[in-house]
């Protein structure tokens, strides 16, 4: 049994593209846990996914040995490499669940960013040791100095304590391993106690079952143990024990303090709930661990299978998705326009994307998307309040007396220069200016309240453009507040597809209309009839386009002679295009569900 004094859990958090999956390949490698033949770029990045956008999605983690030169000592080091994005903030906290420490990375060229500053109160919030790092110092315009004082001020972390790396060359890892082995606390915990263990993460293994990866807190498992899953219940038997070296090896036993994973031959995916505590079936344990409080769902919009998927392959698919990726939910939904789908639940527009793509890539099946929308509160003339995630469960507004919209309160961090750029950009987006705070004579951080609704789609992308890619945001839900709002109908060829509604600010539905079934004109093929394309609030139509028809030449053989010939021809080619709108069906494409978010020229 490993000395629990000699062991080390941390996680690696900053903000996106600060050089966090650098830092634990430079960590790998100098700890020779994986040959130099097999080292590359994103080790512990296995998706393939991650790779070709060039971010983590999922947490990684690896078990390294590091022979420290103070001591003389072999400690173990249980990393996880985690997502800098706002939209995996959970995944985030799930990864601190099972540390005691942090390292803190900042980009010595952009300084202190949104998430920067999320993560550290989430880490001060875990109470971990945190040890702030200045990476990429070997970069020509980095400032590093002014980095750290830029720490001090935004966080109150001393600028003394701070490490100035360069995760790509590996100039200052000896002083980081040094503080690594110094600074962050052993983990704590009785291996001889009843076995509290906390299932973090999991993942569907088609041969073995759910692989539940785990932190043990107290006691010790051992492959043949039988254990029990407390929120299911349910008893299995264990068949494999192991750890990440990166790679997965079987090892005799996990004991307290220690971080690997376990394999039971579950089959049922909802037996395993990720934040369950797993012990002994024999010698259970008291209390549950606390688990991880549920995630809050920001962005919904529907799937759909598309024209070679079933809708239980869709489920199936979803299911096993969930198993990974607990931040996300599911439950049936019916559309007149496409039939039996889902409604999906999602912390952010990335994270939704990212949820699509695995579905397709990793089940090999087709999904149709609808437009993603906010959930919203409706308090009905009765008093009673109720929550929608989808325009169509809107009750008729002659019982409703108030909606309510969620609201966030927004930082956005960018260089100074760029405070009018964005003050206008907040200004169409009904974001009500909180405060300015200075972080440098050239950084300053704005802080806004919006709608969660106006910044869902392209506000990072504009704010992007706005400050020459310097802008940061990060945001949190602070409730809901009542909006003059209303449902904004979309009718093709006479019928109302509710997966097109969308609620929007009534001072912005006229111009909104329009703009959509502009768009929508070009989305839409033509077809051998005519579409009327309309926008409508109730029952008053506040825009109107048509896509016009194919048609045939009916008139081609007609080589002179009397005109009421030709015209007889077309009185009966019109006549069956009337017969086919009546009965024809209007393919609407991915594309034109997507035209919904797109605010385009309305501004």
């Not at 006691?219 to 024990?241: F, H, P, Q, W």
């Not at 919904?300 to 969930?322: H, I, K, N, Q, V």
């Not at 996300?328 to 889902?342: D, I, T």
Request: with cysteine; proline share 5%.
């Amino acid at each position: 049994m490993f000395d629990r004094r000699l062991i080390r859990n941390f996680s690696i958090i900053a903000h996106i593209d600060h050089g966090k999956s650098t830092l634990a390949d430079r960590i790998l490698v100098a700890t020779a846990a994986v040959p130099s033949r097999e080292m590359r770029a994103q080790f512990l990045d296995d998706m393939d996914l991650e790779r070709e956008m060039g971010i983590t999605i999922k947490a990684n983690r690896a078990t390294v040995f590091h022979a420290s030169p103070l001591d003389g000592q072999t400690y173990m080091l249980n990393l996880i490499d985690t997502p800098g994005h706002v939209d995996f903030h959970y995944e985030v906290s799930r990864a601190l669940a099972a540390c005691e420490g942090v390292l803190l990375l900042v980009d010595a060229s952009q300084g202190v960013q949104a998430q920067t500053v999320a993560n550290a109160y989430l880490a001060i919030e875990h109470n971990l040791e945190i040890i702030p790092v200045i990476n990429k110092i070997d970069l020509p315009h980095a400032q590093p100095e002014d980095v750290a004082l830029e720490l001090e001020h935004v966080l109150g972390i001393p600028a003394e304590q701070a490490i100035f790396t360069s995760a790509k060359t590996g100039i200052g890892m000896d002083q980081l391993f040094q503080s690594i082995v110094t600074k962050i606390p052993p983990p704590t915990g009785n291996p001889e106690a009843p076995l509290q263990a906390l299932v973090y993460d999991a993942k569907m293994d088609v041969h073995r079952g759910v692989i539940c990866h785990l932190r043990v807190m107290e006691g010790s498992l051992c492959r043949g143990d039988k254990i029990l899953l407390m929120a299911a219940g349910r008893t299995y038997n264990v068949t494999e024990v192991g750890k990440f070296n990166p790679k997965s090896r079987i090892v005799d036993f996990l004991a307290a303090g220690e971080v690997g994973y376990m394999v039971a031959g579950i089959k049922t995916l909802h037996d395993v709930n990720i934040g369950d505590t797993l012990t002994l079936d024999n010698r259970r344990t008291e209390t549950p661990l606390p688990g991880y409080h549920p995630p809050q769902r920001m962005v919904y919009c529907d799937f759909y299978p598309g024209p070679m998927t079933e809708s239980p392959a869709l489920r199936e698919a979803l299911e096993r998705l969930w198993l990974n990726d607990s931040s996300f939910s599911f439950e049936p939904v019916h559309s007149n326009a496409l039939g039996f789908g889902f409604r999906c639940g999602f912390l952010g527009l990335l994270h939704m994307k990212i949820i699509q793509e695995r579905l397709e890539r990793e089940n090999d099946i087709d999904v149709v998307q609808t437009a993603p929308t906010v959930n919203y509160q409706v308090l009905k003339k009765d008093g009673e309040v109720i929550e929608i995630d989808s325009p169509s469960e809107l009750p008729d507004m002659s019982v409703v007396e108030e909606i309510r919209e969620p609201m966030i309160d927004a930082s956005l961090i960018m260089p100074a220069d760029g405070i009018g750029a964005i003050m206008k950009i907040a200004e169409e987006r009904r974001g009500l200016y909180k405060k300015t705070e200075y972080l440098s004579p050239q950084r300053v951080m704005l802080t806004y309240r919006f709608p969660l609704a106006e910044i869902i789609y392209d506000f990072y992308d504009r704010l992007k453009a706005a400050t020459r890619g310097y802008g940061t945001m990060d945001y949190e839900l602070i409730g809901y507040e009542t909006g003059d709002l209303c449902k904004l109908d979309i009718l093709v060829n006479g019928v109302a597809v509710d997966a097109l509604s969308i609620i929007v600010h009534r001072s912005k539905a006229d111009r909104r209309g329009r703009s959509l079934i502009r768009r929508l004109k070009t989305e839409i093929s033509r077809h051998l009839f005519e579409i009327p394309l309309q926008a409508a609030i109730g029952n008053r139509i506040i825009a109107r386009e048509s896509i016009k028809p194919l048609r045939k030449n009916v008139t081609a053989k007609c080589y002179g002679g009397d005109v009421t010939r030709k015209r007889k021809l077309l009185e009966k080619q019109k006549e069956g295009k009337k017969r086919m709108k009546m009965v024809g069906q209007v393919t609407i494409p991915q594309e034109a569900f997507m035209a919904v978010l797109d605010p385009g020229d309305e501004n």
